[in-house]
């Protein structure tokens, strides 16, 4: 506590106060990183973190995300948290407009935490959760109040507070750990899901209901399958598509069990029938995990114009530390993706708008008999669209960031012998919370073909298995010299057949 107790004595308020040099200083620091990624939303500056607020609203896409952007800086302790906000027409180029909301008002004072946002007419309304802390008794004893807070943004881009909180502290049942509302609209009426924690200390949501955004209602918990999954749910996300209901959220504390929740913390889905309201009863599938690589966390969708539904995510974990840090950053924001349901199960697909960022496009056509492909590539921000052909052959491996030697890399490999597709970052560069383990797995079926993209960046490596069916999102942090990729065939001949593309990065 005593760290706390200090960072709230020297506290700034907002970023105006704070000495341009010191604001300055930091973004250098943060721009002299080898790290930077070329297409992927990042911070100038400290922490990138859910994100927020996701939504198109006078003719264009905002996406908010939390922010602290002194995180790293020593001097002056201005630790706000708050909400960065930016716009986009495309969802591909974004503009920075800087901070949306600071924690300035006494129902956000330690923290304008995740929440959501919706357009009505000419207003974004918004609902996030605000963080206070009180000091109870002299002996530090810090007690976490959430205040559950509405506000709106003007066709300015400006965001007006003010309004008393909807729900003032946890209710009764459930700790302090009670956040993150996300609001969906159906048959004119406003509903929002918040993840809580439930005094027994296991994890789940409750469904709150509104007329006119204004004079909420209690329905109830979420009621699912899962009594008791983890201890506290984060960032859940309730959306309907193709006539069912999907539920992202962060179960956290779920035990490893075999290839499952290697992370730290994970995001999930439930796929079900639509939410039964106002009963709030919610008949799912099992629970899946939303994605299978090393660093993917707090999901959030939108609905895009054209009614696509669309996800992005913060391509972090918490409570992990990154080798960004020493450039005083952490955190960036997953390609955006499209979902749909196929088979009872949820497909992420890049939007097609990062189509328009190809240049530079390479033909892959080769036969490979247990042999080995090597190219060099030209710069880091790449995209590969590949074919696998297993002919007689029992696995296919693809390293990327590979160095001349192929020694270090980030190696995938498509064992269709195993049924299992694995990710290797043991030697893909830098250590990242290697006491989670170097490697993930997914048991997964091949047939004799499988379709292949990634996406790579500067820091990053976004994996799409046939069409979207499985997705596996990982930071790495190679040097310089590994510009290169390999191809093998193990075990017999595989065909591969596809093209490379560099990506034109943020415009
Ligand atoms: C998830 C989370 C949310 C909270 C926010 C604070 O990463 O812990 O539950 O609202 O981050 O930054």
Known sequence: MTNR?????????HLTDVPKKVIDKEKNVTRSSPYRQKYHVESESGTLGDPNGFSYFNGKYHLFYQWSPLAYSIE???????????????????????????SDTKYDRYGTYSGSAIPENDKLLMIYTGNTWINTETKNNWLRVPYQVTAYM??????HRGNDPIMEGAISGYTAHFRDPKVWKKNGEYYAILGVQRANLTGTALIIHSKDFKDWNLLGELNTK?????YMWECPDYFELDEKGVLVFCPQGLKSTGNEYQNIYQTCYLLGNKLS?????????????????????????????DGRRILISWMGLPETSYPTEKFHYSG???IPKELRIKNNKLYQI??????TCRVNKQTIRETLKDEVYHRKLRQAANEYDFTIDFKNSNAFIIDLFADEEDQRRFRIILNKKKSEIVLDRSKAGEDISIAYGTTRTLDYAMDNKINVRIYTDTSSVELFINGGEEVFTSRIFPDKSQSNFFLTSIGGTTNITGQTYEMNGQG
């Open 350 to 355: 890049p939007i097609k708008e990062l189509d």
């Open 5 to 13: 107790i200090k960072e709230f004595k020297n506290m700034v308020d």
């Open 76 to 102: 002056p302790h201005y630790t706000q948290h708050g909400w960065k906000h930016l716009t986009s027409d495309d969802l591909v180029h974004w503009q920075d407009l800087g901070a949306a909301i600071e």
């Open 332 to 334: 960036c924001m997953t």
């Open 154 to 159: 003007d066709k300015d881009n400006k965001v």
């Open 226 to 230: 899962y009594d008791s999954l983890g």
């Open 277 to 305: 309201l106002p009963d709030t009863k919610f008949s799912t599938g099992d629970l899946k995990e939303l994605d299978h690589g090393f660093d993917l966390y707090a999901s959030q969708t939108m609905s895009s114009p």
